[in-house]
């Protein structure tokens, strides 16, 4: 099984500001089968990216996605009131299917 | 627009089989795979399975002894039988279309949240 770690934890930050969050595999995942996701609190999870850096249908362009092999990052270029919430990562080319434990984006 | 709907009781017992079913609407449920997740309270993601239309499966191996996922094309749903359940089952269980076997999931439903507990 293919365990994703993401880093920070927690990342406290201004609206305006730039996130960057990490998601790194234990071991290497094509970039074509990385995705990252949105969830607020009672909301269905929202498909920001996949293959690594494709943006999902009606994603705004703020939202990046980059990196291959082991590691990968989502970039929110200026943070929006709405982008606070928590990302995970997934990879979806090995099975079982895994997660990342998630990146809380949190208002400093 | 595709929209999908988790609904089944939202309380069971341990040892009984937890069941519940997604509806899709909006959409045909044809040439798509159809997954399960979960998320225990505080914890992370879990990919539990998924059923492509015509009904092959496969299922997360820490799960499959325990797991059965079902599809019914002619009302659109498709259905998530786990068994022998314990309070680690508790979580909220959400479902989750996706355009092949290996593509992201999009759209998610809202989730459902089933507790186990005597």
């Known amino acids: 099984e293919i365990v994703l770690t993401q880093s920070p934890g927690t990342l406290s930050l201004s609206p305006g500001e730039r996130a960057t969050l990490s998601c790194r595999a234990s071991q290497s995942v094509s970039s074509i089968y990385l995705a990252w996701y949105q969830h607020k609190p009672g909301q269905a999870p929202r498909l920001l990216i996949y293959a690594a850096s494709s943006r999902a249908t009606g994603i705004p362009d703020r939202f990046s996605g980059s990196g291959s092999g082991t590691d990968f990052t989502l970039t929110i270029s200026r943070l929006e009131p709405e982008d606070f919430a928590v990302y995970y990562c997934q990879q979806y080319g090995n099975s079982p299917r895994t997660f990342g434990q998630g990146t809380k984006v949190e208002i400093k | 627009q595709v929209q999908l709907q988790e609904s089944g009781p939202g309380l069971v017992k341990p040892s009984e089989t937890l069941s519940l079913t997604c509806t899709v609407s909006g959409g045909s449920m044809t040439s798509y795979y159809w997954s399960w997740i979960r998320q225990p309270p505080g914890k992370g993601l879990e990919w539990i399975g998924y059923i492509y239309y015509s009904g092959s499966t496969d299922y997360n191996p820490s799960l499959k002894s325990r797991v059965t996922i079902s599809v019914d094309t002619s009302k659109n749903q498709f259905s998530l039988n786990l068994s022998s359940v314990t309070a680690a089952d508790t979580a909220v269980y959400y479902c989750?279309?996706?355009?092949?076997?290996?593509?992201?999931?999009?759209?998610w439903g809202q989730g459902t949240l089933v507790t186990v507990s005597s």
């Open positions: 989750a279309r996706h355009e092949s076997r290996l593509s992201g999931f999009d759209p």
